[in-house]
């Protein structure tokens, strides 16, 4: 069994900033590329930030230069760092890696339950 959990969201000021965790937890043999989406309502769910094991980012055009992405691979964990955020920013945030449980066996896709990120202007 597997679990992500995502904390950090919460309400803040437009131009404010948040940080957001993704911790992974379970029997975890070793972990790909892990990232961060969101999801606005009446939207589809979009990638915001992605990492891979070697640290690599690669980010949206909406986030570059304001969103930094990282990751402490001893803890499992992933973190999202958002300053200068703006109203359209609002949405919940959910944290994926693409997990292997064991080794030689197959790498899958888990996801969190979301943290909510609200920006008022």
């Known amino acids: 069994q597997v679990q992500l959990a995502e904390s950090g969201g919460g309400l803040v000021q437009a131009g404010g900033s948040l940080r957001l965790s993704c911790a992974a937890s379970g029997n975890i043999f070793s972990i790909d590329n892990m990232g961060w989406y969101r999801q606005a309502p009446g939207k589809q769910r979009e990638v915001a930030a992605t990492?891979?094991?070697?640290?690599?980012?690669v980010y949206s055009e909406s986030v570059k230069g304001r969103f930094t992405i990282s990751r402490d691979n001893a803890k499992n964990t992933v973190y999202l760092q958002m300053n200068s955020l703006k109203p359209e920013d609002t949405a919940v945030y959910y944290c994926?890696?693409?997990?292997?449980?064991?080794?030689?066996?197959?790498?899958?896709?888990?996801w969190g339950q979301g943290t909510q990120v609200t920006v008022s202007s």
């Open positions: 990492i891979t094991s070697v640290g690599r980012p």
């Open positions: 994926a890696g693409i997990i292997r449980l064991r080794e030689g066996g197959p790498s899958l896709n888990y």
